[in-house]
Antibody, heavy 126, light 107 residues
Framework: QVQLQESGPGLVKPSETLSLTCTVSGGSISTYYWSWIRQPAGKGLEWMGRLFGTGNTNYSPSLKSRVTMSVDTSKNLLSLKLTSVTAADTALYYCAREARILEGGLYSYSHYMDVWGKGAAVTVSS | EIVLTQSPATLSVSPGERAALSCRAS??????LAWYQQKPGQAPRLLIYGASTRATTIPARFSGSGSGTEFTLTISSLQSEDFAVYSC?????????FGQGTRLEIK
């Protein structure tokens, strides 16, 4: 059963770059879409973007200028970088796998999240 | 982007009773809506996708209904482990968006 584990610094200074990784264990990374989602305390979930296991990415328009997602298939590792952070970026950051459906011998992709990590808390403060 | 509005923000229900949580979309999302359960310190858990299909291992007391702009998650007989935060997500239109969540608490 696939499991996801986010990790990274819990404290980042304003204007610096937030960097997180997500270790994928128990399953393939290269043939799925993977999303990053964040949740400020007491607020709703915000989808940040996704990448396919081959490296193709789609970013949320609101974060596109600051976010970079990448994948290292040799290490089964996903990475998230968010530049020029402010206090508004303080949140619990999740990685999640998007669903893949087998129909008629072919895979199709549906962009709901069927597996989530437990999240990594990041605070932006000097 | 599509805005999802969940209501109520907090719902107080007694164990054994039925709970109905609402998710309204600012424009049609067809049936491309999912529901998730969140508990503190735990990974969010997929409950429903396609507006009404239960995910693997989800008990039958959870059901989803609706299409277009109006959706409901119903829990038929609340168990102690069901008290949590529930969020809806639309994946019909890019970017995907989530509702603000409904907190289901013990009455």
């Amino acid at each position: 059963q696939v499991q996801l584990q986010e990790s990274g610094p819990g404290l980042v200074k304003p204007s610096e770059t937030l960097s997180l990784t997500c270790t994928v264990s128990g399953g393939s990374i290269s043939t799925y879409y993977w999303s990053w989602i964040r949740q400020p305390a007491g607020k709703g979930l915000e989808w940040m973007g996704r990448l396919f296991g081959t490296g193709n990415t789609n970013y949320s328009p609101s974060l596109k200028s600051r976010v970079t997602m990448s994948v290292d298939t040799s290490k089964n590792l996903l990475s998230l970088k968010l530049t020029s952070v402010t206090a508004a970026d303080t949140a619990l950051y999740y990685c999640a796998r998007e669903a893949r459906i087998l129909e008629g011998g072919l895979y199709s992709y549906s962009h709901y999240m069927d597996v989530w990590g437990k999240g990594a808390a990041v605070t932006v403060s000097s | 982007e599509i805005v999802l509005t969940q209501s109520p923000a907090t719902l107080s229900v007694s164990p054994g009773e039925r709970a109905a949580l609402s998710c309204r979309a600012s424009q049609s999302v067809s049936n491309n809506l999912a529901w998730y359960q969140q508990k503190p310190g735990q990974a969010p858990r997929l409950l429903i996708y396609g507006a009404s299909t239960r995910a693997t291992t989800i008990p039958a007391r959870f059901s989803g209904s609706g299409s277009g702009t109006e959706f409901t998650l119903t829990i038929s007989s609340l168990q102690s482990e069901d008290f949590a935060v529930y969020s809806c997500q639309q994946y019909d239109s890019w970017p995907s968006t989530f509702g603000q969540g409904t907190r289901l608490e013990i009455k």
